[in-house]
C-alpha cells in the first residue's frame, strides 16, 4: 500500500497512517494482468538475473495497461494517479518506484517462485 505526500510524492504507506492508494479497481485488474505479468514474462525471458534487471519495465507496462485500461472504461484512473516530476503517461506510472520494483522482482524470482509456488502446486495437484 502506499501514501500520497501533500506535495504529490508518493511513498510506501507505514504501518500506521493514511489511508493507502489500493482499490478494488486495481486489485480487479492485478487478478487478470498478473499470470500474464509472471508467466508471459518467463516465456519471453529466460535469465533470472535479466528478468530481475527489467522488472520495472514489466511493472511499469503493467501500469500503463492497467491504468489506460481504466481511464478507457471510467473516463478516469479510480485505481491510482501518480503525481510529481517523474509521473508519466497521465500519472499511471512513477520512475522513482524502480528500487521498489528491484526489490520486488528479486522476492519474486528468489523467493516466491522457487519456493512457494511449488509448494501451492503440492497442496493443490
Do not use: C
Amino acid at each position: 500500500m502506499t501514501v500520497e505526500d501533500p506535495d504529490g510524492t508518493v511513498r510506501v504507506k507505514p504501518f500506521a497512517g493514511r489511508p493507502g492508494h489500493t482499490t478494488v479497481h486495481q486489485y480487479i485488474m492485478n487478478v487478470f494482468y498478473i499470470p500474464i505479468l509472471i508467466h508471459g514474462y518467463h516465456a519471453l525471458i529466460s535469465s533470472t538475473f535479466l528478468r530481475i534487471l527489467f522488472f520495472p519495465i514489466n511493472i511499469w507496462i503493467l501500469e500503463i495497461i492497467e491504468g489506460y485500461t481504466i481511464i478507457n472504461l471510467l473516463g478516469y484512473n479510480a485505481a491510482w494517479v501518480y503525481r510529481g516530476y517523474d509521473a508519466f503517461f497521465h500519472g499511471t506510472i512513477k520512475l522513482w518506484y524502480f528500487h521498489y520494483w528491484y526489490f520486488m522482482g528479486a522476492a519474486l524470482e528468489l523467493v516466491v517462485l522457487p519456493t512457494i509456488l511449488p509448494l501451492t502446486y503440492q497442496l493443490f495437484a
